[in-house]
């Protein structure tokens, strides 16, 4: 019989997806065939799945962790954001439009059925399915129509364990003042709490911890300490972003241009685990560093904005000088498209219809076009003669005389682009940096050398997050309180 339970958070970035995570790979270590599942997400991170859909990179992470290949089904619905206000709507893998933040909050509810319809799918080959909730269930102005936290588990009948966050601080009032909003039904749900992030003796919260047990009469499931390494596994946020960056460090200098809409950065995480490598995250206000020995233009969710926002920090000033000194630049999927002589969108599929000036670093063009790629390849960079592995996710089409300097090739077919120096080149293909063979090629350019088995380094991160977890959190009570999963409501 399958059971369910769900780790809901006091508010966003408090560690729910690590903690799920290590709960994970710790049962599946223990025998158990576990699954991740997260109703609704909102990130550009995404990751390809075997079925041909995509999902948030989290979710991929989470199933890596249960032994099992990505599925669609793991994240129903996610919402990836193309301005302030708007969003393109992920459904069970495909793209089903874009809506204004303010239209899906009253259109939400009707995804439920599609979101159960994942769940009650998931439920049919497993023992346990460990859900991860979003943000926090007291934004009780979200709660009509709630897909992601209490709307899915009383609709579900999963309950509910409320991870805080103290080292943001305030956690006593974090878990204690969540189930103060809770309506009754909801806070009927939950049956335990757990804390995050503490730093130093767990001693000296001891107190504080049956304050909030004497509080809420909740049992406490464990108070986890930092968790030192969480900066080895792909990070789902970009908030997390900063610290993949180390600044001031050795090795060759990778400047990345931290830009509004950046998408899959994921591609960033086996650079930032090289000794080697000087990753450099250039916030807005801050010019490209004249020391870099790399531009790296990463993925983009909206291309035509990231680049006028790149135009308005003057960074396309910078990247034109850094060119002039023989510096390299490469740009991956919406990096790609930037580089070239122009970016047509006559669809509209970004904003309005427009067609506008590239940086002119490859002689090609791009078109936007409403149709999604999505595919997992094996391919070769012919320079160095590596095999490597990657996922395409984009919208567009590139063409030019630059293309015909394919900078890969998968399955005999060409991709991408390079200038005729071959010091500007870029392509669709993301996730190329996790092949050893074709980073260590890439980096020795650049007179460094790749040290790490970077997939190797995930799983082994893995394990020692589920040390931590067996160590730190009851999972024995947490398998108590989960309950079986019943029929779609």
Request: net charge negative; with cysteine; hydrophobic share 40%.
């Amino acid at each position: 019989m399958t059971k369910a339970i769900m780790i809901q958070g006091t508010g966003s970035n408090v560690g729910k997806s690590t903690v799920v995570a290590g709960i994970l790979r710790a049962l599946a270590r223990r025998g158990m065939r576990v699954r991740p599942f997260k109703p609704q997400n909102m990130s550009n991170n995404a990751a390809v799945t075997e079925d041909g859909g995509e999902i948030g990179r989290a979710q991929a992470l989470q199933a890596r962790a249960a032994g099992v290949p990505p599925h669609t089904d793991m994240n129903p619905i996610l919402l990836k954001p193309q301005t302030a206000t708007g969003a393109q709507i992920v459904v069970q893998g495909r793209v089903a439009g874009h809506q204004e933040a303010a239209a899906f909050g009253r259109d939400k509810a009707t995804l439920l059925p599609r979101v159960l319809q994942s769940f009650d799918r998931l439920a049919r080959d497993c023992d346990l399915i460990v859900v991860e909730g979003a943000g926090s269930p007291a934004e009780t102005n979200l709660r009509a129509g709630d897909i992601a936290n209490m709307g899915f588990a009383t609709a579900a009948g999963v309950p509910v364990i409320l991870m805080g966050d103290i080292d943001r601080g305030g956690v006593i009032a974090q878990i204690v003042g969540t189930q103060a909003v809770l309506e009754e039904a909801d806070r009927a749900m939950v049956r335990g709490f757990g804390v995050n992030k503490f730093r130093g003796d767990r001693s000296l919260f001891d107190a504080g911890r049956d304050d909030i047990v004497a509080r809420t009469g909740w049992p406490c499931l464990g108070v986890l300490p930092w968790f030192d390494l969480a900066h080895r596994l792909p990070a789902e946020d970009v908030m997390d972003l900063p610290a993949r960056s180390r600044s001031g460090g050795s090795g060759c200098v990778i400047a990345v241009p931290r830009l509004p809409r950046i998408a899959n950065f994921d591609d960033l995480d086996p650079l930032a685990a090289e000794p080697g490598v000087d990753l450099r995250l250039i916030v807005p206000g801050a010019p490209i560093p004249a020391d870099a020995d790399l531009v790296l233009l990463v993925g983009s969710k909206s291309t035509i904005s990231d680049l006028a926002a790149l135009r308005a920090e003057g960074w396309d000033v910078d990247i034109a000088a850094h060119v002039r000194r023989g510096g390299h630049v490469l740009g991956l999927c919406g990096g790609f498209q930037m580089l070239g002589r122009s970016i047509a969108d006559p669809d509209g599929v970004e904003g309005p219809a427009v067609s506008v000036p590239g940086l002119g670093l490859l002689d090609v063009e791009t078109t936007m076009a409403p149709l999604k790629r999505l595919s997992q390849k094996q391919g070769e960079h012919p320079e160095s003669g590596t095999l490597l592995t990657g996922y395409e996710i984009h919208m567009g089409e590139t063409t030019g005389p630059d293309c015909d300097r394919a900078w890969l090739t998968f399955a005999g077919e060409r991709e991408g682009a390079a200038n005729a120096t071959g010091r500007v080149a870029g392509c669709y293909m993301h996730g190329i940096f996790a092949s050893d063979a074709f980073r260590n090629a890439y980096l020795a350019r650049f007179g460094a050398e790749a040290l790490m088995d970077y997939e190797s380094g995930v799983d082994e991160t893995l394990d020692t997050l589920a040390d931590h977890i067996e160590t730190y959190f009851d999972l024995d009570t947490l398998l108590e309180l989960a309950e079986p999963v019943g029929p779609p409501a």
